[in-house]
């Protein structure tokens, strides 16, 4: 009887992937974006789509003199946890980065940078001095003895930060990686909002090298949630990384260079990556600029980020010298708590990382021989399928995708009746008493959230007293919001190392050293039209034999109205271009742009081995 149940068993395994459905991953995209406006704090806008919410934590802050209103809760409580919040930022802004295109094409761009600035809000509105960043709102110990709605809590909302005094640099140094990335996400739609992303950034980073520490030790209420285990080592490299991407200050680069073996960079082989260990993402985005010709001088100590950026890649694929763990099943794990964090963020860096090795026309260097970029991709799509129910349960682990989800989230909002339907006060220990230990499905679908998963062995029990499993958490959605649109939208033929090298205006008061400067190539408009346009060549490479070139150019509308359908004419250009849409045989706005206001400009770039294009207007209307 044993044998043949273990024949049956093995012909299951063998038969279940045959019934798996293909997936749709735009509808997946679109709703793990929603899962962010339920996770909202503060005053909610008009055009809020999960209608469930209402306003709450309109006090916090008030009582050390700060306005500390909106932000994102991290998970299924009420606290405003730093560290995690900015992390989400990051990912969310490197998702953005790197697919804005594909989020464009499903009509989910608008609401991507909806979500990123709901978050980069109030990342500003908690760093009111350079030197004084606010960590946490909230008290875990409190909120977690209370089972309230958002909108009824009654806990104590004391405010932490850090300062020189009381350092952190894990979490300042995480603070500026996400301002910086999300100004490079700004940096076309809102330039000025983008600029002063980045001046937060360089003080922050400033803050986190100057004075140095790890935020557990300052906001010590904070080390029973989240503990900073690496140190933050991690966080200062990876804030160095952002901000050289989002600036093109060599400062950064050379801090890169001299610090990577010394703080870890180089020497750290990883097997997972999340908001607290951030090396596998240095790695990545280090081999990245490698790939791209910038490591100068510092190329051997960039090779060897490079070494450990293939090892992270090499040990999810299964062909490592030490691969990570994965249930029976195929899905990466890591630990019982919330395991789905890891899956989504090393899904993600073996997402992008393939598309830089297809870009560079790479490959990847593992001990069991040379890997096809198409194989990391593959993998991170069976992780995601599997999130998706591509599972021996056939579960979702996405709430609302597909028949089979997760009913009983560990979330206090989505557990407790609507304050719109049922507008009577919850007390703190009511709600544990009246709706934490109801035996029933979530009154309020969190549409979207990606829950804690299995164990193991691909098991997973949906009660909501087993928060290991069934507590979502921003940070899980975040990168995947990357993969799901890499996966919908497709590569579509760009090269994705380059829309990421976009120069930034020079910040104001930045103390490290100045860009270089640029070759400036203005190209004329047609005589009789009041619209500048002004190119430049911001970087050039050599491969194989030939040089190419980066081209930015910037138009701006110097009438006293507002642009509108503005067509483009565009001759000799022999390469790739970003931030236009093909019209015919014309150039128009980008998909997320529809017009030009009084005194603004907008960006595009494209690369070619010649001369600048010749870029004139052709049509437009003032308004």
Same mark, same amino acid.
């Given at each position: 009887?044993?044998?043949?149940?273990?024949?049956?068993?093995?012909?299951?395994?063998?038969?279940?992937?045959?019934?798996?459905?293909?997936?749709?991953?735009?509808?997946?995209?679109?709703?793990?974006?929603?899962?962010?406006?339920?996770?909202?704090?503060? /005053?909610? &806008?008009?055009?809020?789509?999960?209608?469930?919410?209402?306003?709450?934590?309109?006090?916090?802050?008030?009582?050390?003199?700060?306005?500390?209103?909106?932000?994102?809760?991290?998970?299924?409580?009420?606290?405003?946890?730093?560290?995690?919040?900015?992390?989400?930022?990051?990912?969310?802004?490197?998702?953005?980065? !790197?697919?804005?295109?594909?989020? @464009?094409?499903?009509?989910?761009?608008?609401?991507?940078?909806?979500?990123?600035?709901?978050?980069?809000?109030?990342?500003?509105?908690?760093?009111?001095?350079? /030197?004084?960043?606010?960590?946490?709102?909230? *008290?875990?110990?409190?909120?977690? +003895?209370?089972?309230?709605?958002?909108?009824?809590?009654?806990? *104590?909302?004391?405010?932490?930060? #850090?300062?020189?005094?009381?350092?952190?640099?894990?979490?300042?140094?995480?603070?500026?990686?996400?301002?910086?990335?999300?100004?490079?996400?700004?940096?076309?739609?809102?330039?000025?909002?983008?600029?002063?992303?980045?001046?937060?950034?360089?003080?922050?980073?400033?803050?986190?090298?100057? /004075?140095?520490?790890?935020?557990?030790?300052?906001?010590?209420?904070?080390?029973?949630?989240?503990?900073?285990?690496?140190?933050?080592?991690?966080?200062?490299?990876?804030?160095?990384?952002?901000?050289?991407?989002?600036?093109?200050? !060599?400062?950064?680069?050379?801090?890169?260079?001299?610090?990577?073996?010394?703080?870890?960079?180089?020497?750290?082989?990883?097997?997972?990556?999340?908001?607290?260990?951030?090396?596998?993402?240095?790695?990545?985005?280090?081999?990245?600029?490698?790939?791209?010709?910038?490591?100068?001088?510092?190329? &051997?100590?960039?090779?060897?980020?490079?070494?450990?950026?293939?090892?992270?890649?090499?040990?999810?694929?299964?062909?490592?010298?030490?691969?990570?763990?994965?249930?029976?099943?195929?899905?990466?794990?890591?630990?019982?708590?919330?395991?789905?964090?890891?899956?989504?963020?090393?899904?993600?860096?073996?997402?992008?990382?393939?598309?830089?090795?297809?870009?560079?026309?790479?490959?990847?260097?593992?001990?069991?021989?040379?890997?096809?970029?198409?194989?990391?991709?593959?993998?991170?799509?069976?992780?995601? *399928?599997?999130?998706?129910?591509?599972?021996?349960?056939?579960?979702?682990?996405?709430?609302?995708? @597909?028949?089979?989800?997760?009913?009983?989230?560990?979330?206090?909002?989505?557990?407790?009746?609507? #304050?719109?339907?049922?507008?009577?006060?919850?007390?703190?220990?009511?709600?544990?008493?009246?709706?934490?230990?109801?035996?029933?499905?979530? &009154?309020?679908?969190?549409?979207?959230?990606?829950? @804690?998963?299995?164990?193991?062995?691909?098991?997973?029990?949906?009660?909501?007293?087993?928060?290991?499993?069934?507590?979502?958490?921003? +940070?899980?959605?975040?990168?995947?919001? @990357?993969?799901?649109?890499?996966?919908?939208?497709?590569?579509?033929?760009?090269?994705?190392?380059?829309?990421?090298?976009?120069?930034?205006?020079?910040?104001?008061?930045?103390?490290?050293?100045?860009? &270089?400067?640029?070759?400036?190539?203005?190209?004329?408009?047609?005589?009789?039209?009041?619209?500048?346009?002004?190119?430049?060549?911001?970087?050039?490479?050599?491969?194989?034999?030939?040089?190419?070139?980066?081209?930015?150019?910037?138009?701006?509308?110097?009438?006293?109205?507002?642009?509108?359908?503005?067509?483009?004419?565009?001759?000799?250009?022999?390469?790739?271009?970003?931030?236009?849409?093909?019209?015919?045989?014309? /150039?128009?706005?980008?998909?997320?742009?529809?017009?030009?206001?009084?005194?603004?400009?907008?960006?595009?770039?494209?690369?070619?081995?010649?001369?600048?294009?010749?870029?004139?207007?052709?049509?437009?209307?003032?308004?």
């Amino acid at each position: 009887m044993e044998k043949l149940m273990r024949l049956i068993s093995m012909v299951l395994v063998v038969c279940v992937p045959l019934a798996f459905a293909v997936h749709d991953y735009n509808e997946a995209l679109s709703k793990s974006l929603l899962f962010f406006e339920a996770q909202r704090s503060g /005053y909610l &806008p008009p055009n809020q789509r999960v209608a469930w919410r209402a306003n709450s934590g309109l006090n916090d802050g008030k009582a050390s003199g700060v306005d500390l209103v909106g932000g994102y809760y991290d998970a299924g409580d009420n606290v405003k946890f730093g560290l995690p919040m900015a992390f989400t930022i990051t990912m969310m802004s490197w998702s953005i980065i !790197e697919y804005a295109k594909q989020m @464009g094409a499903n009509g989910e761009l608008a609401h991507a940078l909806e979500a990123l600035q709901w978050g980069t809000d109030y990342l500003i509105k908690a760093h009111p001095h350079p /030197y004084l960043l606010y960590g946490e709102v909230g *008290d875990g110990n409190s909120d977690h +003895y209370c089972w309230q709605r958002p909108e009824d809590m009654t806990t *104590d909302r004391h405010a932490y930060k #850090i300062d020189p005094s009381n350092p952190g640099s894990d979490l300042a140094g995480e603070t500026a990686a996400a301002m910086a990335a999300a100004s490079i996400v700004f940096r076309h739609s809102n330039p000025a909002y983008s600029s002063e992303l980045l001046r937060h950034a360089y003080q922050l980073f400033e803050f986190a090298d100057k /004075y140095r520490g790890k935020y557990d030790s300052s906001i010590t209420i904070a080390q029973k949630y989240y503990r900073s285990v690496s140190g933050y080592n991690d966080e200062l490299l990876w804030a160095a990384a952002w901000l050289y991407q989002a600036s093109n200050n !060599e400062y950064y680069l050379n801090y890169l260079g001299k610090n990577g073996d010394s703080m870890g960079g180089t020497g750290w082989a990883m097997t997972e990556f999340g908001w607290d260990v951030k090396y596998a993402g240095v790695q990545t985005l280090v081999a990245k600029f490698l790939m791209q010709g910038k490591a100068g001088v510092h190329a &051997p100590v960039f090779e060897r980020y490079h070494q450990k950026a293939e090892h992270f890649m090499c040990s999810l694929i299964g062909k490592g010298s030490r691969n990570v763990q994965k249930t029976p099943a195929g899905l990466i794990f890591r630990q019982r708590w919330n395991n789905m964090q890891f899956v989504t963020s090393a899904s993600f860096l073996a997402t992008v990382y393939s598309d830089y090795l297809t870009s560079s026309r790479g490959t990847l260097r593992c001990d069991a021989g040379n890997v096809a970029p198409s194989q990391l991709l593959s993998f991170a799509k069976s992780q995601v *399928d599997y999130l998706l129910g591509d599972n021996p349960r056939a579960t979702s682990y996405m709430v609302g995708y @597909g028949n089979n989800f997760p009913r009983q989230v560990h979330h206090r909002g989505s557990s407790i009746v609507s #304050i719109k339907v049922h507008p009577q006060f919850v007390a703190c220990r009511q709600g544990y008493a009246t709706w934490y230990s109801r035996k029933a499905s979530d &009154p309020n679908v969190l549409t979207g959230a990606v829950v @804690g998963g299995p164990d193991a062995y691909d098991n997973f029990a949906d009660e909501r007293d087993n928060f290991e499993q069934t507590e979502p958490a921003t +940070y899980n959605n975040a990168p995947l919001l @990357g993969i799901l649109a890499r996966l919908g939208g497709g590569h579509d033929g760009y090269n994705q190392l380059l829309p990421v090298a976009i120069p930034a205006p020079k910040p104001v008061a930045a103390k490290p050293k100045s860009e &270089p400067e640029v070759k400036l190539t203005p190209t004329p408009a047609t005589s009789s039209t009041p619209i500048s346009i002004e190119q430049k060549v911001t970087t050039s490479w050599n491969d194989k034999g030939r040089t190419y070139y980066r081209y930015s150019t910037v138009v701006t509308n110097k009438t006293s109205k507002t642009l509108k359908d503005l067509k483009l004419s565009i001759s000799k250009l022999y390469g790739p271009i970003w931030g236009l849409t093909k019209s015919g045989n014309s /150039y128009a706005f980008p998909t997320h742009l529809n017009s030009l206001p009084a005194g603004n400009s907008m960006e595009f770039v494209y690369i070619h081995a010649a001369s600048p294009a010749d870029v004139s207007v052709s049509s437009y209307n003032l308004a």
